[in-house]
């Protein structure tokens, strides 16, 4: 209502109040068949306003179902990520009854995602985790927590991506393509990609070419100490070869740790240390919630050193790696734990889908843009246009706008209102017509459909938010 969005505006509080009032009159008319849904297409007001609703809920000692889902996530693999980015984090949670994942894709393109989401958490078995007597941030806000700054690492940086280049035969120039770096033999130069990885880690092997200027190297420790007068090149060393002292790189070094091995005197040594930055793993079944479990422990002791979130995976398809690796990190982001992700997969995927992976979970997120952003609805019986072709047709011309959001919806009932995250809108209002928007102003009616992509692009322009893509 107009009352609820003056007082609270577009927020989680508005949209669980705006609950409250129907729910209200429900019981007063004692029904009860009820099923909550607190949907949004922004992951971080959507997972917020859950959470919210059922905190509200158990103030009033009320138990009612929750729908879970991210409206309008999109086509792709963006769809699937920004899916289980909201609704994996309250699956971990333990909330949600039933859930949807909206695709601008065939219907039946949709089950399989919601199903695999589900099923991962039957098969899984207690693994416990020390409880928590209180959490030392805000589940109903992101913001993201305060870490000291190790190079580019933590603090005001955006989090960073890893890359996984351990398990190549050999390490060459063309082994960084696929991660955002292209070297361009003509120039003697490296040109970086907007989704260019921070570091890569390489195990054991060594470099023996030019790096691009960056990039970080990171190598295991015994092999990093051939290579310590390297620029650029950094050690992971194990918790129990930092605590015994060996030698560590005077600027940056990745101690690679499990919860297990947090300790007082752990914590007391990287506390004080700063050149620290911790690459989190985990082998717990609940390997979200354990890693959570040891931020809060940094947090509550008061230690701000920086974390890279680290997850290996394997013997799964490359669809479950998009959502579980999704929900993983993605969970933990949208609650500001994070300052870098690290993606293992084993023979699962290529480097290019990976890189693509480790950057879509940053953008689904928002701690890190990288592209252009589309909410767009799935097709229901009221779309006036062809929702999958125009969405591939807009993406064709506008995939290289970084951090602009356009949302394409197929009809005038929800559009509006679900788009109203967008900087620019193109919604079907009758057959062949679209109406633009920017932001939630209508700006321009009945535009004739086969001239709409080139009158969405003059509106970006005019607004100055166009740039010319590198292609041309």
Same mark, same amino acid.
């Given at each position: 209502s107009d009352r609820i969005l003056n007082r609270y505006g577009d927020t989680p509080e508005g949209m669980v109040e705006s609950a409250f009032e129907f729910l209200r009159i429900c019981r007063d008319e004692d029904y009860h068949e009820i099923v909550l849904s607190m949907k949004a297409s922004n992951t971080q007001v959507m997972v917020q306003a859950y959470r919210l609703l059922?905190?509200?809920?158990?103030?009033?000692?009320?138990?009612? !179902?929750?729908?879970?889902?991210?409206?309008?996530?999109?086509?792709?693999?963006?769809?699937?990520?920004?899916?289980a980015v909201g609704i994996g984090a309250l699956l971990e949670d333990g909330l949600g009854d039933t859930i949807r994942v909206s695709l601008t894709e065939e219907p039946e393109a949709e089950i399989p995602v919601a199903r695999a989401l589900a099923d991962r958490y039957t098969a899984r078995q207690g693994d416990p985790i020390?409880?928590?007597d209180e959490l030392p941030y805000d589940p109903f806000a992101h913001e993201r927590r305060h870490t000291r700054e190790v190079l580019n690492i933590g603090a005001r940086h955006v989090p960073v991506v890893m890359a996984d280049l351990s398990g190549k035969e050999k390490i060459t120039p063309a082994s960084l393509f696929s991660w955002g770096y292209a070297y361009s033999v003509p120039l003697d130069k490296w040109n970086l990609a907007d989704q260019a990885c921070d570091y890569a880690f390489i195990g054991k092997h060594r470099i023996d070419f030019e790096i691009p200027g960056t990039l970080g190297i990171v190598q295991e420790h015994a092999t990093w100490l051939l290579d310590r007068d390297k620029e650029r090149h950094y050690p992971q060393?194990?918790?129990?070869?930092?605590?015994?002292?060996?030698?560590?790189? !005077?600027?940056?070094? =990745?101690?690679?740790?499990?919860l297990k091995d947090v300790d007082a005197a752990f914590l007391a040594q990287v506390k004080n240390d700063p050149t620290a930055v911790l690459l989190l793993d985990t082998w717990n079944d609940h390997g979200m919630a354990e890693q959570r479990r040891l931020i809060i422990e940094l947090m509550q002791q008061d230690c701000d050193?920086?974390?890279?979130?680290?997850?290996?995976?394997? +013997?799964?398809?490359?669809?479950?790696?998009?959502?579980?690796?999704?929900?993983?990190?993605?969970?933990l982001l949208l609650d500001g734990l994070g300052d870098g992700i690290f993606i293992a997969p084993e023979g699962v995927g290529s480097d290019a889908s990976a890189n693509r992976l480790a950057f879509g979970i940053l953008q689904a997120t928002r701690t890190r843009i990288s592209k252009t952003e589309y909410i767009s609805c799935p097709s229901c019986g009221r779309t006036l246009f062809d929702l999958q072709?125009?969405?591939?047709?807009?993406?064709?011309?506008?995939?290289?706008?970084?951090?602009?959001?356009?949302?394409?919806?197929?009809?005038?009932?929800?559009? !509006?209102?679900?788009?109203?995250?967008? +900087? =620019?809108?193109?919604?079907g209002t009758g057959p062949g017509v679209i109406t633009l928007y920017r932001e939630k102003e209508v700006v321009k009616?009945?535009?004739p459909s086969a001239q709409a992509v080139n009158e969405l692009i003059a509106l970006i322009k005019e607004h100055g938010m166009w740039v010319e893509s590198v292609e041309g």
């Open positions: 059922v905190h509200r809920m158990m103030q009033e000692g009320w138990d009612y !179902p929750l729908h879970l889902g991210v409206t309008e996530a999109g086509d792709g693999e963006d769809g699937r990520i920004k899916s020390p409880e928590i060393v194990s918790a129990k070869d930092y605590r015994s002292g060996v030698e560590l790189h !005077p600027r940056l070094n =990745f101690v690679h740790c499990t050193v920086p974390v890279i979130l680290g997850r290996a995976y394997g +013997d799964i398809s490359e669809e479950q790696l998009q959502l579980f690796s999704a929900t993983d990190l993605g969970a072709e125009t969405t591939a047709k807009i993406r064709a011309r506008t995939s290289h706008l970084k951090g602009v959001k356009i949302g394409i919806m197929g009809c005038i009932v929800n559009g !509006p209102g679900e788009m109203a995250d967008a +900087d =620019f809108g193109y919604v009616r009945n535009v």
